[in-house]
């Protein structure tokens, strides 16, 4: 399979955003009706001629091998999202931190040159099924969010399944959160401002992170979870509405937690797993938790968010009505996402800032 190069890349992305940019009546003559969400809502043209004209050509996630889908996650998804920003430094020679009996890759982004004040940071974790993306699937998106935020970024390759099943990957991310606390002061950045961001399963791990580290010191600072996977039970109503057609499906929800859990002497209700059955999360920090109006996982990430508000916690909740799951990785092509992305990195920097 081709391996795509960057000047490559930047041709494929602005052809696919030329396309979508297409003039609005046009758009609807071809796409004709779309349809609204359970709370009214109307689906964003954009997305909708996305889903028309890209993603309706996959095949079902389970009838492909795992190689092939780290592959695309890892070279066509890019197209989609943001080009990387120019920032201070990008530490391409990626650093590695000590996990529990092996390294841990992780992609540093400095915003500018060091301050007299530290920077806050913010440990990110990519999102992928826990079973595909990294580093390089969310490189765009990580130097936007140390750009826009004029925040220090450490992006985490975590382990993936199914070579590493649960708890593979919730080890990984609290040693990376630990090491970035200890580290901080080298990194440019200040002990007690680091927090923790993700989208999908990375919203997954950030929550896990955040709730398991609530009574340590220093705690994750703030959280900003992006349609987060919250409860494996997945029994809610946008659960059955959205099941297929919306880019992300049941089929590959199922895929991803028989490679995530199955095999695992594990409850799918374990907090570590599924947080929103953590039997107490007062203490957690400030959370903005974002979800998209035609995404399965939407009302697990709204669940959780009103289970942290009734324990005290401070919570913002970014419904994105028109659009569906991913659309954080469709930054570069679609404006109602890239407006979106940008409320959500804006309410990171406040809140790391608070």
Known sequence: ????????????????????????????SMLGELPRNDRGHELDLGVGAFLRGVAAQRPKTSSRPLAHLRHEMDHRAPLADF?????????????????????IPVRVYEPGPPTATPRPIVVYFHGGGFCIG??????????????RADCIVVAVEYRLAPEHRFPAAVEDALAAFRWTAEHAHELGGDRHRVAVAGDSAGGNLAAVVAWHERGRDPRPCFQLLVYPVTDWAHDTESYRLFAEGF?????????????????????????????LHAPCVRGAPRAHVVTAGFDPLRDEGERYARKLEAAGVHVDLQCEESLVHGFFSLGGILHTSRRAIDRAIDALARGMRA
């Open 247 to 275: 880019l992300h499906e049941a089929d590959a929800m199922m895929f991803f937690r028989e490679n995530y859990l199955g095999g695992c002497a594990v409850s799918a209700a374990d907090p570590m797993a599924s947080v």
């Open 134 to 147: 990294s580093l390089r699937s969310h490189d765009g998106l990580c130097s936007r969010i140390a750009r």
């Open 83 to 103: 080009a990387r920003c120019a920032l201070h430094r990008v530490h391409e020679r990626d650093v590695e931190i000590p996990g529990v009996g092996h390294s």
């Open 1 to 28: 399979m081709l391996v795509l190069a960057m000047p490559y890349r930047t041709f494929a992305r602005s052809a696919l955003r030329a396309v979508l940019a297409s003039p609005e009546p046009l758009l609807r």
